[in-house]
């Protein structure tokens, strides 16, 4: 079956420092990927996404994630995260073709101290 | 509305009883979604919508659980004789077709005691 893995459960950073969450998705067909986030108290939102072209793509907020079609990844980066990116962070994959149902990950959360 | 409205947004019921989570997706929005979200995990699907009828209902549990739309519009998510093991956040999200964006509710939490 299908499956997305994100390794790092729970990450605890300072402000400033520099953030990269790794997720892996386990299927060997055309994918489209998304990163969500959902900050203390909030809706799922939308980070960024991946279609086709370019792998290395830019979202909201100063975040950006690259897509490594070899390693089957899309690990999500921010040069210097802030205080208010206190947050649980979800990678989903969506299988080409299909119903257009998103497979999330577990989901990591993000503990940035001040 | 501007966004995804799920009601109610907490319900606490009693093991056996039924329960009915309503969702009212963005307007024009033709696929909706649910997704079940327990503690430290992330959203698991349900079932998905394309207009009226349900296109992908492979992640119901169980027939205990049932997802009706009847005018492609608001969607209401039926669970039967509920079980501890059903408390969860119930997510609903819609989207302009099968391709767009997901765009998430707030969820409905749901406690059975």
């Known amino acids: 079956a299908q499956s997305v893995s994100q390794h790092n459960h729970h990450v605890i950073l300072s402000e400033a420092a520099s953030l990269e969450l790794g997720c892996n998705y386990s299927y060997g067909g055309t994918v489209n990927l998304f990163w969500y986030v959902q900050y203390p108290g909030q809706h799922l939102q939308l980070l960024l996404k991946?279609?086709?072209?370019?792998?290395l793509v830019k979202g909201i907020k100063g975040f950006e994630a690259e897509f490594i079609k070899s390693k089957f990844s899309f690990n999500l980066r921010k040069p210097s995260v802030q205080w208010s990116d206190t947050a649980e962070y979800f990678c989903?994959?969506?299988?080409?073709?299909?119903?257009?149902?998103?497979?999330f990950g577990q989901g990591t959360t993000l503990q940035v101290k001040p | 509305g501007a966004g995804v409205s799920q009601t109610p947004s907490n319900k606490v019921t009693e093991k056996g009883k039924y329960v009915e989570l309503r969702c009212d997706p963005i307007s024009g929005h033709t696929a909706l979604y649910w997704y079940r979200q327990s503690l430290g995990q992330g959203p698991e699907f349900l079932i998905y919508f394309q207009g009226t009828g349900a296109a992908d209902d492979s992640g119901l549990p169980n027939d205990r659980f049932f997802a009706v739309r009847p005018e492609g519009s608001v969607s209401t998510l039926k669970i039967q004789r509920t079980e501890r093991g059903d408390s969860a956040v119930y997510l609903c999200?819609?989207?302009?077709?099968?391709?767009?964006?997901?765009?998430f509710g707030e969820g409905s939490r749901l406690t059975v005691l």
């Open positions: 989903a994959v969506r299988l080409s073709g299909n119903t257009g149902k998103l497979i």
């Open positions: 999200a819609s989207s302009q077709g099968r391709a767009g964006e997901l765009f």
């Open positions: 991946y279609f086709s072209g370019d792998p």
